[in-house]
């Protein structure tokens, strides 16, 4: 797998992670502060619970921004991969949440993506044939230069 597809893949696992976080810190603010939405009717028992949407989407959309810049190297494609090992294995755990805020469909469509990324980003990891501090280190003489 060459760099430019290793970049391709941390840039569509960022824009998959940003637009999803984004819509999720949304639907959350909709339905904690003004009971609107989906979400309104699982915090309408424990508005507390709230929190951890909150700060679960928030975080993933920091992941996003720092997988946008991030070098296609072994270790940002291991970081990315356990991102949605993380956030899949959530979505599994928590998946009664999807079906009583009536968002199946959210559910099996961003489970599915945390899981094509996984396999992506280990793609992408174990193609990268030279580790990160090889690569970062590597002297004028490596890299071509005389």
């Known amino acids: 797998m060459t760099i430019a597809i290793r970049h ?20 959350d ?6 009971g609107l939405g989906p979400v309104a009717r699982v915090v309408a028992e424990a508005p ?7 700060e ?16 296609p190297a072994r270790g940002w ?5 356990a991102i949605h ?5 959530a979505n599994l755990i928590f998946w009664q949440l999807f079906i009583v805020s009536d ?8 489970t599915a993506l945390h ?5 992506l980003q280990m793609s992408a990891a174990i193609s990268a044939r030279m580790p990160d501090s090889a690569a970062l280190h590597a002297g004028p003489i490596s890299c071509g230069y005389r």
């Open 8 to 27: 391709i893949i941390l840039s569509a696992n960022a824009t998959f992670l940003l637009a999803a976080s984004a819509g999720g810190f949304a639907s």
């Open 29 to 34: 603010v909709r339905g904690i502060f003004f």
């Open 48 to 54: 507390y619970a709230g929190l951890g949407f909150i």
């Open 56 to 71: 679960a989407h928030g975080l993933a959309f920091i992941l996003g921004i720092l997988m946008w810049r991030a070098q």
């Open 77 to 81: 494609h291991l970081a990315a991969a």
């Open 85 to 89: 090992v993380l956030l899949g294995t």
């Open 103 to 110: 968002m199946l469909l959210v559910g099996y469509v961003t």
């Open 115 to 119: 899981g094509l990324f996984v396999v």
